[in-house]
């Protein structure tokens, strides 16, 4: 089996711990590659090549560091085919969500490339003559950039594209399940003109190397997507730093009676069983009008009894596995607390292996649920659906709500002003009428409200923002001492 190591200032280095992680396909059970169990030692090394990296990095024009991420991009489209396979092998999503990972890395390679030629700041009036003000755009510095598992290609571009064309440089820290597809991303990067140092990877275990990183002095700001247990604790742990969280979901689709409800079965089941569940905004309520909940039901399940379990690479398969042993035992202890709290477990609800091998987790739909039980009110990252039943849009829109989450959410109908009324008192970062919870655009802006974040935004204009500070720049050109707010009457 092949073994990867860290990359520090360009150079492949063995972590000083000797010790080794080992990436898996979810599908098979097959070990893919071995990668450095890194140290807090590695992480301070890789903060010194990317403090020395800064230091010319940040004076290089924007236009020309958007030139390497639009190079990325074309080699990764060449690329693209295989890069899809790496993912459903590393990850186990099925080859077209594969596919769809690399293709947004590749979106938001393009998109912020071009932000090199904006990165655009205001000017403004003065309120004392012969004065000018405006704002320029800064970088942070050295950055830490943590991510997750689930789109193992996708999100580290999210981060590293914006970071870099920024001016920063970095220390990334890809997950421990899917630390290949990381490293991919990091050569690419390599292969396209970045300097070395620029970007500097570090793997290993969160509780090692993750907080070594959230917790260090010398890194300026931290980019993170994960759990929200992992987000409370780089809140805590970072210290006086800039910080960005993305964190999980408790998604919502709401059917009116007037729905399309072909189209709504449609949104339902790519939303819930989607990569088997396992996307931050992937649904896993649905709240239905209580006139269509009978035939909703039995649509879904219908549907629900043709999904394919299997390897993602196979054509036929609809569902990939979870990613692991662990994700499996946590959505099934969920089917017990669902059943205990009183839900109907219409179909599903168990363990499968394919072939004998395999963290595969059956779809799954509740129903009878109210929305205060566990199961609608937790993540569970995986392929089970629960059925809430309501009287009116008011109480629809009450219980999508109810959670101490706000990522995405959606309603079908066919009325505009449900539609409306809905947008407008939904508590989500993303709304979608008429189309599933997932489903987002590299230039719109992504992230949630509630406990799913802390304010910040990837993606569109303002994605920028995580990844810049605002430097405000005033021009005095009279020639004399000049004070605002005394000089002014
Ligand atoms: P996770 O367990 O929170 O891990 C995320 C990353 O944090 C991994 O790289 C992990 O490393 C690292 N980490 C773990 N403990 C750490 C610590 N103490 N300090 C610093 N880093 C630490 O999340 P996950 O299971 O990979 O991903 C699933 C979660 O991500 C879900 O909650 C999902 O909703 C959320 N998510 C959110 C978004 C969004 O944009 N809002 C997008 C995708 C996913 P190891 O892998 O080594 O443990
Ligand atoms: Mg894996």
Redesign the pocket.
């Known amino acids: 089996m092949k073994q990867f190591h860290n990359i520090i200032n360009g150079k492949r280095i063995v972590s000083r711990s000797g010790e080794t ?1 080992v990436s898996v396909n979810p599908a098979t059970e097959q070990a893919i590659t071995r990668f450095p169990k890194g140290t807090a030692q590695d992480v301070r090394a890789a903060i010194d090549a990317a403090e020395k990296a800064y230091e010319t990095w940040k004076d290089v024009p924007p236009p020309k560091r958007g030139q390497i991420l639009l190079r990325a991009a074309q080699l990764l489209r060449k690329d693209k085919l295989a890069m899809g396979r790496l993912v459903t092998m590393e990850m186990g999503k099925v080859l077209a969500e594969g596919l769809g990972d690399v293709q947004e890395s590749i979106d938001m390679l393009e998109y912020i490339a071009g932000e090199g030629r904006r990165l655009f700041g205001h000017t403004t009036t003065s309120e004392l003559p012969d004065k000018m003000a405006m704002t320029v755009r800064a970088p942070v510095g050295v950055m830490g950039l ?6 193992p290609t996708a ?1 580290p571009i999210w981060k590293l594209a914006p970071c870099l064309v920024c001016g920063n440089t970095a220390v990334f ?5 899917t630390p290949l597809c990381g490293l991919r991303m990091v050569e690419l990067l390599e292969k396209a003109g970045l300097p070395s140092g620029v970007v500097n990877f570090v793997t ?4 090692t ?3 070594e ?2 917790k260090n002095k010398r890194i300026s700001g931290i980019s ?8 409370d ?2 809140i805590r ?1 970072a210290g006086v730093k800039k910080v960005g969280l ?4 408790k998604n919502g689709i709401i059917v009116m009676d007037d729905a399309n409800m072909d189209l709504a079965v449609d949104g339902i089941i790519f939303g819930a069983y989607g990569t088997t569940g ?4 992937a649904t896993s309520r649905v709240i239905v009008h209580r006139k269509v909940r009978q035939r909703l039901e039995r649509m879904l399940v219908a549907r629900i009894k043709k999904l394919r379990l299997g390897n993602g690479l196979r054509p036929s398969t609809d569902v990939g596995p979870l ?1 692991n042993q662990a994700a499996v035992d946590k959505v099934h202890e969920y089917t017990h607390i669902g059943q205990e709290d009183g839900a109907k477990l219409v179909i599903g609800g168990s363990k499968a292996k394919v072939n004998g091998k395999g963290y595969f987790y059956k779809p799954t739909l509740f129903t009878n649920v109210t929305p205060d039980m566990r199961i609608a009110q937790e ?1 569970m ?1 995986g392929p089970t659906l629960s059925m809430i039943e309501a009287k009116n849009l008011d109480l629809a829109v009450d219980a999508m709500n109810s959670v101490t989450y706000g ?1 995405s959410a959606a309603i079908y109908t066919n009325d505009v002003r449900t539609a409306m009324l809905a947008v407008r008192d939904i508590e989500a970062g993303l709304v979608y009428v008429n189309s599933s919870t997932i489903g987002s655009e590299v230039h719109l802006p ?3 409200v509630k406990q ?2 802390n304010g910040a935004r ?1 993606g569109g204009i303002e994605g920028i923002n995580e990844f810049s500070e605002t430097k405000t720049v005033y021009i005095d050109y009279s020639g004399r001492l000049q004070k605002a707010q005394i000089d002014t009457d």
């Open positions: 992680i943590i991510t997750p598992w689930n789109f999100i820290k890809p997950a421990s399940d290993g275990s969160g509780s190397v993750g907080a990183i959230v993170f997507t994960g759990s929200r247990e992992v987000g604790f780089v742990n993305e964190l999980g979901g396992q996307r931050c905004t990613i993540e990252f990522l992504f992230g949630g799913t974040g990837e």
